[in-house]
């Protein structure tokens, strides 16, 4: 009698076990595809930007401001404003980069290094996983609310560059990119993304849907 008890109850501890520890188990992950498809569905944007750029060697942070946009699949275009006007205008494999009423245009794919750095945004911003997990190693980390992905370069003359590159948001607005380089130097970047223009409202004096052309009798 007593050793059916004793049983019984080291049954019924098990499937207490078992059951708080599926309770306790996240129910899913939130992994790149998940984040990608999310990032997807914001087809432009525009935001402002404040970046601190740490150089070995120098005492205290570079300091730049301006304002991003982008256009899916692949515009992305960065006016730098402070400490001195410039941009940088990336579309498709064209990279124009101006300063001072002087213009320069590059290939991409000429400069690997580049390249990798551009599509690191550009395939976040367009949820192009694809294209990520084509020049880094990818880890994302959070849930939809709030979300850090983690880039690791794969391709060899890009990680003789760049160590590291974090990028964070909420949802699909981008908020932040950190890169890390070799040598030392690191960027953090701060993003806030401009809210949706508001759709203009009707006129008081509008006519009603259907009115149009109508006479009075």
Known sequence: MISGSKIRLDRLCRVFLLAVAFCAAPAWAFDLP???GLLAKQKSGEARFTEQRFVHGLEGPLDASGTLSFDAPDKLVRRTLSPRIETMAVDGNTL???RGGR???LALDSMPELLGLVEAMRGTLSGDG???QRYFKSTVTGAPGKWTLDLSPMDSRLAAQVRSIRISGRASDV???EM???GGDRSVMNISPNA???APAASPNAAPSGAAGRTAP
Request: aromatic residues 4%; negative net charge.
């Open 34 to 36: 998940e984040l990608m």
């Open 96 to 98: 124009t980069l101006s």
């Open 103 to 105: 213009n320069r245009t």
């Open 130 to 132: 694809a294209t990520l």
């Open 175 to 177: 908020l932040g990119l």
């Open 180 to 182: 890390e380089f070799v």
């Open 196 to 198: 949706p223009a508001p």
